[in-house]
């Protein structure tokens, strides 16, 4: 008889992809699915990015590669750093993994013993929770709601910081809720952190840089005091349409750098040669293309955030960054229609994908029971058509 690992058993499934699945399986059968689960640009990679990863092809950049990556590619994510974050690192703390999920493993796996708490902020991107379970870390997660934004306050921090407390996790802008911290709410967060009678680590996942309508971003990583403590974790996915490169990357203290690179060596070891120049590129290059990606998310966002105020029992702020819109809708649970009874987020999710086909991913992946993600990352077309699909619906629930 098989017997799985017992630290495969207690993961739980990406709901996300499983939604993504499940949207697959619906368009094969012949469905008109509009899928508003996935959590990647919907424009295509720009095309200096394209052409350097060919460039890099015939010059023949087949090889395995340095583990933490090329050194022209930690010298463009250090020169980054410093161009458009003000912050200062050598090419040592800078490792460079196979996306920001994978830079967010080795971090878990480096520095959280067995037992250890980390604190996750509720709406909380899926894999948080279970990356910390496969680290063997006990996730402490802290609610927050939409009256307070989705953000984490220093009060709620304070309150959940134990004797066990190794680390905390940080997303700004936010998946799923498009959140965004301010310099002050950072400060204050850091002077809790500060304040702590041992030392806690901020893992700062900042891969949605650059989906920000609000203008300069913040890092935590810029108060000095606290510098030594700050993970920063970003990478080309989002920012540049490069989801399928795979390409991530951290900013560290040098020692916590250099226990990524020994995991990482056993692991996986270097990231792709290709997409390794292609990121170059991406980080070096013209940022034109970025800007007219975030332009037309901007206006889906507006487009979005006014058509859900047409939905009944749908209620959402409007998102400062990232394309998701992470609307409340624990008025519509207990309601039903034929033999659909909704319950919960998730039966809402799945009453949409099947009566109206339109996919969205229900907030108990996120830890937010009674809320739901809805990705604007879709062209206005689909968009208009969703939001008409989702209010003829939900019209047609009753209690």
């Known amino acids: 008889m098989t017997q799985i690992a017992s630290r495969v058993e207690r993961l739980a499934v990406s709901q996300t992809l499983a939604m ?3 949207s697959r399986e619906l368009q094969d059968k012949g469905a008109d699915v509009i899928n508003l689960s996935v959590g990647q640009p919907d424009f295509p990679t720009p095309e200096h990015i394209k052409q350097a990863a060919i460039e890099a092809i015939q010059q023949n950049y087949t090889g395995y590669t340095p583990v933490p990556g090329y050194a022209d590619l930690l010298e463009a994510i250090v020169a980054k750093l410093k161009r458009d974050n003000q912050l200062d690192y050598t090419s040592k703390q800078i490792v460079v993994s196979n ?4 830079s967010l493993a080795n971090i ?4 959280v013993e067995a037992g250890d708490e980390v604190i996750v902020p509720a709406p909380y991107w899926v894999s948080y929770v279970e990356l910390v379970k496969l680290a063997e870390g006990k996730n402490v997660v802290v609610p927050t709601t939409l009256e307070e934004s989705f953000k984490i306050t220093p009060e709620k921090l304070r309150a959940a910081i134990t004797a066990k407390t190794k680390a905390m996790f940080l997303c700004s802008p936010s998946n799923p809720t498009g959140s965004l911290y301010s310099r ?8 809790v952190i500060k304040a702590a009678d041992h030392p806690i680590y901020i893992i700062s996942d900042e891969i949605y840089e650059l989906i920000n309508y609000e203008g300069k971003h913040e890092s935590i990583a810029q108060f000095a005091d606290i510098k030594d403590q700050v993970i920063v974790v970003n990478g080309v996915s989002k920012g540049y349409s490069m989801t399928g490169w795979r390409i991530g990357y951290i900013a560290a203290p040098e020692w916590i750098a250099k226990a990524c690179n020994k995991v990482q060596g056993q692991m996986t070891s270097g990231a792709c040669s290709i997409s390794q120049k292609a990121s170059i590129a991406a980080l070096n290059g013209d940022h034109a293309p970025t800007q007219q990606m975030l332009a037309a998310f901007e206006k889906r966002r507006d487009l979005v955030a006014e058509g859900i105020k047409e939905i009944p029992g749908f209620e959402a702020n409007v998102p400062q960054g990232a394309f998701y819109l992470f609307p409340k809708v624990q008025e519509l649970l207990g309601s039903h229609f034929e033999h659909y009874h ?6 809402l999710c799945m009453y949409l ?3 109206v086909h339109v996919a ?10 009674g809320y739901l993600r809805l990705s604007y990352a879709a062209s206005e077309k689909e968009l208009k ?7 003829k619906a939900v019209q047609k629930l009753t209690r």
Not at 185 to 190: G, P, S, T, W, Y
Not at 360 to 369: D, H, L, N, R, T
């Open 360 to 369: 969205m991913v229900p907030g108990e992946a996120f830890g937010a029971p």
């Open 385 to 391: 058509e969703a939001l008409q699909r989702i209010k």
């Open 353 to 355: 994908l099947e009566t």
């Open 342 to 347: 909704i319950n919960t987020a998730n039966d």
């Open 184 to 191: 002050d709410e950072l400060r204050a967060l850091a002077d």
């Open 108 to 111: 878990l796996l480096s520095i």
């Open 99 to 102: 996306g920001a999920k994978h």
């Open 20 to 22: 993504s699945q499940k």
